[in-house]
């Protein structure tokens, strides 16, 4: 009983760490790989470091993407789920 005491308060701050900061980032990252999957050709989308452009083919891991100055090819993780969502409501 005496070891259970000692051990308690480190089992709350787990608890603690797992509901607020691992649970919702794996619901994240479950999120973030539906959209990935999600994306069509044509969907108008955001890159995490602010490139805008459309979709315009896609691959397993990649996608191309038309932009104002060409074509880039780039990894569907680099595709922001947040900017793009914005995007769209506009």
Known sequence: MEQL???A???LIFAV???FMIMPAQKRAKNEKAFESSLKVGDKIITKSGLHGKVSELADTTVIIETMSGKLKMERSA???EMSAALLKK
């Open 17 to 19: 760490l797992y509901f």
């Open 79 to 81: 595709i922001s789920m």
């Open 9 to 11: 308060p480190y089992l």
């Open 5 to 7: 005491q000692q051990f």
